[in-house]
Each structure stands twice: as C-alpha cells, then as structure tokens.
C-alpha cells in the first residue's frame, strides 16, 4: 500500500490539476499529398501533436532530456527546444511565446499544434502549416516565400505585385526587346502561374519555379514601353508598373459585361433603356453618387479624405454568423467562417487602393438580421453592396460559383430554391421579420435603377474570377435575395462555392485559394469601377 502511495498521489494530483486528454486520429497531407494518420490529443479545444510524430512529419530528430525536462528538435540545423510545462520555446535563437504550454501524457512530449502553425516554426522548418480542427486535416507544405502573384490594369498602366518574404534578394533585367525577368534567388513559390493578360500593355505573366530560384517573366506588348519597380513594406511586395504607349489606346473592355440573354428577357423594363454615354456632359453616376449625410458615423471612414473627389464607399456583406451558420460542409466547414475570411481578404484589396472605402456589416461571429445588413449599408453611404456566401446543393456534384444580382423572379427554379434557403434566415429573426417583407418589396421597385448596374458588376466579377480560379463558372443569375433588396445600390451576391462538394469544399479550406477569389472580385469591382471613371488616374493599388 505504501508502495503504492506516491504513485496513487501522483494519479490523484494529476487528476485534479490535468485537463482530461484523448486520443483522436489526424491526416496528414504533406506537399499536396497524402501522408499518414497520427494520433493528436486533445485537450478541451486544443489539440496537440506528440513531439516523435512531429519529428517524423517535418522530418526533424528528436531527443528527450529526462531531467531538465527538454525536448530537442533538430531540423536542417536549426534547433527548436522546448520545456514540459513550459509556455515558451527556443527556436533557433529566437525567445517565441507558446500559444499553449506543452504536456507530458502517457510518456510523451505533447506540443501544442498552434506552435508548429506559427511564423517561427516556419521559418526553421521552412514549412507551412495549418490545421483544421473540424475536419482533423494537418496540412504541411514547402514554405513558399514569393507570391501570390496580382495584376491589375489601370487607365493608364499595368501594375503587377509580386509578394516577397523579408530576406529575399530579386534582381530584374531585360530579355530581348519584349520580355522583362525577375529573378528571386532561392525563392519558392506555391504554385506556378501563366496568365495571359492581353491588355494592349501586357500580353503574358509567367511566374515559375526553377531549380535554384523562382521567376517572374513578364512579356510586354509593345516595344520599348516604361517601367517601374518599386519595393513597399506591409506585406513586403515588389510592384512593376508599366505605362501604357500612348500608342496602345484606351484598355479593351475584354472582360465586356452584357447581362446574360435571358437576363435582358426578364429584366426588359430595367435593361432595356440603353445607357447612354455623352462625353460632354458626364451621366451623374460616373462620379461616385453623392449620397445623403449618412446618419450613423461609419464603422471603416475615419481616414482622412485628401482627395476633393469622395471615395467610393463597397460595402461588403458576410452572409450569416451567430446562431445562423448557413450551409455546413461535408467536413463540417460552416459557411459564416468562410464569408468572413472572403470578406476579409476582398477588403484588405480594397484598403490597399486609395480610391475605396470598405465597410463589413460584421466583424465576427455574430448574428445580423437581414435588414440590418443593407440597413447598415445605406447608412454609411455605400456605392456598391456585395454579400459574401457559400453555396450548398443536395447533389454533391454540384460546384462552381454563381454571382447573383437581384430580381422579383429568378432566373431558373434552382435560383429560386438558392435564395429560399439564404432567406430562410428570416424564420430566425423572429415576429417582424417576414412583415418587413412587403416593404423591402415596395421598396425596391424605386431600386431598379440599380439593377443595370448590378448586373454588370455581376458579369465583370464572374469573367474576372474565371481568370484567377479554376472554380467552374456558373455565371450570372437573378434571384430574390431579401439582403439585396434594401440596398440603396448596386447590390451582388456571390456564391462563392458549393460546400457540398467535397473540391470545392477543399479549395474554399484553403487560405491561399481564398485568397485568389478575393483577387478575382476585386478585379471585378476595379474594372467596374474603371468603366465608371471612378479611379483617379494617381490612385493605384500597390
Ligand atoms: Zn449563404
């Protein structure tokens, strides 16, 4: 018994001080491929990886030192050391602050995930990591160090941004007549892309991985054009500039945004009034309309406006959050996340560019009625409303993304369903909701004047997506979203995926990919918001 007594104390305290822990199984995909299985444990919320199979994944050698209670591992020379009990790590040489303490169970060493998700455990292993707690996917790969890749074309110039991790060194030059090269030494990128831009200045980007660098290879229209590069901080990127000749002309409206066929059949009262375009006397909308003094000091303006012209104020609009999840994925993947993460990356593009203002109806994880959500718009001024969704379909083949502009009929049965499910959020809104209904459709019959607009930022959007991700494009619909019938602007609702689809789910997962959506939208808006003269010619995103 007395034996014993240590050890049953031991248990004892244990149980007392120790959060319980269990066993749970992991993936692991690892380059793009699948790896193995692991066991993770987890503690409440938090999961951790045992310090052998982490080893084991970044291919690192592990060592224990029983008495000072340190565990070592080593990778490609730099050391990482970390302490039982401890909440903070050595990593190369560097003091980091552990998300968590690491455990000892059962004999192991348990590191908290987050830390192997962190920069500094990037760094030294010089792997990306990310860990979905809902799905149980680890997924590590090559740390890429330049990209994404943007382009953007202006008025009067194409601007490609190449993003750049601190310590790269670049060296451009001159290939041929045509043909302007980066090269980034001991640069990785994480994927490689070739796009043919066509727009009179540039006709091809291409950026590659070779052996011991990475390459940007820009291909220029014309001979002898001018050029920039310049370096900015925050995130480090390399921006190229190049002016358009003037003899290249104005750029081609390529990405041309007729409303589809049968929109213009179903909207022939709207659409059917040709716009007309005098250049004498500039039609009032080619300025951002000027909007009543908004009522309620807006959420994103405090920036001082240096410009006479006022900016153009996107609203953008993270469909569900709260009690309301929307569409839940294969994975359990809930669609409010994702709309905010997309609504976060397309107004991180926009803050980039002088020339917008953003606004997110919600920040976080909480509930907005619907009518809050326009609501919240028009106070502030908006010139455009955008919302933000993921998709969902009972056929599990279904993918791609759609973007929707608003119409009192759909513009097919499925559209109709569509919009049934994301109004159905009304039930939840409680007594009122559903009677504000007849106004939101009173209300926009005076809206109207909005829809040519709106479908032409839908169609510039879709065909600007189509370019930056390999989602199929489902295009453009008409539906009866109640969000967008109270907007006091061009509204547009994007679908940005099916998140019953298992690829599409994946793809949505993927910060990276999110990243490229953002992108595609944002180059939607900029070349509506080019045709709308809306862009001083100074202005330009960096
Ligand atoms: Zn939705």
């Given at each position: 018994m007395s034996k014993r007594l240590p050890l049953l104390a031991a248990f004892l305290a244990c149980l007392a001080l120790c959060p319980p822990s269990r066993a749970e199984e992991i993936q692991v995909m690892k380059s793009g491929k699948y790896y193995d299985k692991y066991d993770a444990y987890r503690v409440e919320d938090d999961f951790y990886l045992a310090a052998k199979d982490a080893a084991q994944i970044y291919g690192a050698r592990v060592s224990y030192h029983g008495v000072s209670e340190k565990v070592l591992l080593s990778l490609q020379g730099a050391k990482v050391a970390l302490r039982i009990g401890g909440s903070e790590a050595l990593v190369g040489?560097?003091?980091?602050?552990?998300?968590?303490?690491?455990?000892?169970?059962?004999?192991?060493?348990?590191?908290?995930?987050?830390?192997?998700?962190?920069?500094?455990?990037?760094?030294?292993?010089?792997?990306?990591?990310?860990?979905?707690?809902?799905?149980?996917?680890?997924?590590?790969?090559l740390r890429s160090s330049a990209g994404p890749l943007r382009w953007f074309t202006y008025p009067d110039h194409t601007r490609i941004v190449l993003e750049l991790k601190d310590g790269l060194a670049y060296k451009a030059e001159k290939r041929g007549v045509r043909t302007l090269?980066?090269?980034?030494?001991?640069?990785?990128?994480e994927w490689s892309e070739k796009v043919e831009i066509g727009d009179g200045v540039v006709d091809v980007i291409h950026l590659r991985q070779e052996s011991k660098q990475a390459r940007l290879s820009v291909v220029l229209t014309g001979e002898g054009a001018r050029w920039s590069l310049r370096e900015f901080e925050g995130p480090r990127r390399l921006v190229l500039d190049i002016v358009r000749p003037a003899s290249a002309g104005p750029p081609p409206a390529r990405a041309a945004a007729e409303p589809p066929e049968d929109a213009l059949e179903k909207q022939a009262p709207a659409l059917a009034a040709p716009e007309v375009h005098v250049s004498e006397a500039p039609p009032k909308k080619d300025a951002p309309p000027v909007k009543e003094t908004p009522k309620a000091e807006p959420q994103a303006s405090g920036k001082e406006e240096t410009s006479a012209r006022r900016k153009v104020r996107v609203a953008i609009d993270p469909g569900h959050g709260g009690r309301d999840s929307g569409a839940v994925g294969r994975r359990k993947t809930l669609e409010k996340d994702l709309n905010l993460q997309l609504a976060k990356d397309l107004a991180r593009l926009l803050e980039e560019e002088e020339v917008f203002d953003v606004l997110l109806t919600r920040q976080a994880d909480t509930f907005l009625p619907l009518s809050d959500r326009s609501k919240t718009a028009n106070e502030w001024g908006a010139d455009l409303f955008i919302s933000m969704h993921c998709n969902a379909h009972r056929v599990r083949s279904e993918n791609g993304y759609e973007i929707y502009f608003l119409s009192e009929r759909a513009s097919d049965p499925e559209a109709e369903r569509l919009a049934e499910f994301e109004n159905s959020v009304l039930s939840l809104e409680g007594e009122g909701a559903m009677e504000d209904e007849a106004a939101g459709l009173l209300y926009q019959l005076a809206r109207n004047e909005y829809i040519n607009d709106a479908s032409e930022l839908a169609a510039l959007m879709a065909k600007t997506l189509a370019r930056r991700v390999d989602l199929s494009n489902r295009g453009v619909k008409q539906a009866s979203f109640y969000v967008l019938r109270g907007a006091n602007a061009p509204a547009v609702l994007v679908e940005a995926g099916f998140l019953t689809n298992s690829k599409d789910e994946t793809k949505l997962e993927s910060k990276k990919y999110r990243r490229k959506i953002a992108e595609g939208?944002?180059?939607?808006?900029?070349?509506?918001?080019?045709?709308?003269?809306?862009?001083?010619?100074?202005?330009?995103?960096?």
């Amino acid at each position: 018994m007395s034996k014993r007594l240590p050890l049953l104390a031991a248990f004892l305290a244990c149980l007392a001080l120790c959060p319980p822990s269990r066993a749970e199984e992991i993936q692991v995909m690892k380059s793009g491929k699948y790896y193995d299985k692991y066991d993770a444990y987890r503690v409440e919320d938090d999961f951790y990886l045992a310090a052998k199979d982490a080893a084991q994944i970044y291919g690192a050698r592990v060592s224990y030192h029983g008495v000072s209670e340190k565990v070592l591992l080593s990778l490609q020379g730099a050391k990482v050391a970390l302490r039982i009990g401890g909440s903070e790590a050595l990593v190369g040489k560097r003091k980091v602050e552990l998300p968590l303490k690491t455990l000892l169970r059962q004999n192991r060493a348990l590191i908290p995930i987050a830390f192997f998700e962190g920069e500094a455990f990037s760094e030294v292993s010089g792997f990306d990591t990310q860990f979905n707690p809902k799905t149980r996917l680890l997924t590590v790969n090559l740390r890429s160090s330049a990209g994404p890749l943007r382009w953007f074309t202006y008025p009067d110039h194409t601007r490609i941004v190449l993003e750049l991790k601190d310590g790269l060194a670049y060296k451009a030059e001159k290939r041929g007549v045509r043909t302007l090269d980066i090269g980034i030494p001991r640069g990785v990128i994480e994927w490689s892309e070739k796009v043919e831009i066509g727009d009179g200045v540039v006709d091809v980007i291409h950026l590659r991985q070779e052996s011991k660098q990475a390459r940007l290879s820009v291909v220029l229209t014309g001979e002898g054009a001018r050029w920039s590069l310049r370096e900015f901080e925050g995130p480090r990127r390399l921006v190229l500039d190049i002016v358009r000749p003037a003899s290249a002309g104005p750029p081609p409206a390529r990405a041309a945004a007729e409303p589809p066929e049968d929109a213009l059949e179903k909207q022939a009262p709207a659409l059917a009034a040709p716009e007309v375009h005098v250049s004498e006397a500039p039609p009032k909308k080619d300025a951002p309309p000027v909007k009543e003094t908004p009522k309620a000091e807006p959420q994103a303006s405090g920036k001082e406006e240096t410009s006479a012209r006022r900016k153009v104020r996107v609203a953008i609009d993270p469909g569900h959050g709260g009690r309301d999840s929307g569409a839940v994925g294969r994975r359990k993947t809930l669609e409010k996340d994702l709309n905010l993460q997309l609504a976060k990356d397309l107004a991180r593009l926009l803050e980039e560019e002088e020339v917008f203002d953003v606004l997110l109806t919600r920040q976080a994880d909480t509930f907005l009625p619907l009518s809050d959500r326009s609501k919240t718009a028009n106070e502030w001024g908006a010139d455009l409303f955008i919302s933000m969704h993921c998709n969902a379909h009972r056929v599990r083949s279904e993918n791609g993304y759609e973007i929707y502009f608003l119409s009192e009929r759909a513009s097919d049965p499925e559209a109709e369903r569509l919009a049934e499910f994301e109004n159905s959020v009304l039930s939840l809104e409680g007594e009122g909701a559903m009677e504000d209904e007849a106004a939101g459709l009173l209300y926009q019959l005076a809206r109207n004047e909005y829809i040519n607009d709106a479908s032409e930022l839908a169609a510039l959007m879709a065909k600007t997506l189509a370019r930056r991700v390999d989602l199929s494009n489902r295009g453009v619909k008409q539906a009866s979203f109640y969000v967008l019938r109270g907007a006091n602007a061009p509204a547009v609702l994007v679908e940005a995926g099916f998140l019953t689809n298992s690829k599409d789910e994946t793809k949505l997962e993927s910060k990276k990919y999110r990243r490229k959506i953002a992108e595609g939208l944002y180059a939607g808006i900029l070349e509506f918001a080019r045709r709308k003269d809306w862009l001083e010619r100074k202005g330009g995103k960096r």
